[in-house]
């Protein structure tokens, strides 16, 4: 073969010679360039494929950093002496108790339950033995004359501060979407903290489009809904091809990494049209699209 070369002319040699070096000067920049800047998803892949990969690496990567840096955030315990028939959720819930523990506690006083000795206080639903052995030195147990003068008290000052509201009669049904707090709280069943949770998720959301959504809620069950009607049209539309990542991740039926899957074919493919092509990212079950499909604008 090199042979053959020489019978070229010395002009068409010297182009040969050039084309070479010209192909060997390309393949070391081609090279050079996949050196440097590596790519972060295999050759060949498709776009959802590239997304999905992209966010698992995210994940992947949170991972390792929550294994070299664990949370060295814990609960202080605060082992002190206490009174289980007057001491508030905070108290408890330094000495160590779980919170479904100090809701037992607290729910057996408010029905009219009394501690009347330490013995008492461990048949209380939930606690263990060990708990209450650590807890036991602690607790004091004041006479029940002076426990009934305080509960008593307790529930005159409550009866005259909190203003009597009335609650709605049976049958009546209100707008779920409209209804501010005060509307909330006649509904037999609903109080202060429960409307407010109502509104805080409605908000979130932009509006209701199923009464059925009430039981995303914590502590709201189905029989509630009868007190509810949805009307249509009302809701708040996440804009895809331009919401920021923050107006994303808030909403209920999203999290970081299918906000992160957006953001990137955004970024790298341009504008989502369709509901059909969040569909091939792994992040979006049929359930969560489903859940989504009238929250969302591909304008």
């Known amino acids: ?9 010395k002009s068409e040699r010297r182009v040969i010679l050039l084309l070479m070096i010209i192909a060997l000067l390309l393949l070391a920049v081609w090279a050079g360039i996949h050196w440097l800047y590596p790519s972060s998803a295999p050759v060949g892949l498709s776009d959802s494929e590239e997304v999905n990969s992209f966010v698992a690496g995210l994940k992947e990567k949170e991972k390792k950093t929550h294994t070299l840096y664990p949370s060295k955030r814990k609960d202080r315990i605060v082992l002190q002496p ?12 330094k000495l160590g108790l779980p919170a479904f523990i100090v809701r037992n506690i607290l729910k057996y006083r408010e029905k009219g339950g009394i501690f009347r000795s330490p013995e008492a206080f461990s048949r209380i639903y ?11 030195p602690y607790i004091v147990i004041a006479e029940p004359t002076k426990v009934n003068t305080i509960v008593s008290d307790t529930f005159r000052q409550v009866r005259d501060t909190v203003p009597y509201i009335p609650k709605y009669p049976e049958g009546t049904v209100v707008d779920l979407n409209k209804a501010d707090t005060s509307a909330l709280k006649r509904i037999p069943g609903i109080g202060s903290g429960l409307a407010r949770m109502i509104v805080s998720y409605r908000q979130r959301l932009g509006g209701f489009y199923d009464v059925a959504q ?10 509630m809904n009868r007190w509810f009607t949805v009307v249509p049209g009302v809701l708040q539309k996440i804009q895809v091809n331009r919401a920021s990542l923050e107006r994303l991740k808030i909403h209920p039926y999203m999290n970081f990494y299918k906000a992160k899957a957006i953001l990137e074919y955004r970024r790298k493919r341009g504008k989502i049209k369709s509901l059909s092509q969040l569909s091939m990212f792994e992040e979006f079950s049929e359930k969560d699209l489903k859940k ?7 304008e």
């Open 126 to 136: 939930g606690l263990q033995a060990e708990q209450f052995q650590a807890l036991k």
């Open 214 to 223: 009430l039981q995303e809620i914590p502590h709201i069950d189905a029989g």
């Open 82 to 93: 206490f009174d289980p028939n007057t001491a508030d959720s905070l108290t408890l819930s």
């Open 292 to 298: 989504l499909s009238p929250y969302l604008s591909f």
């Open 1 to 9: 073969m090199w042979k053959d070369f020489f019978y070229y002319s």
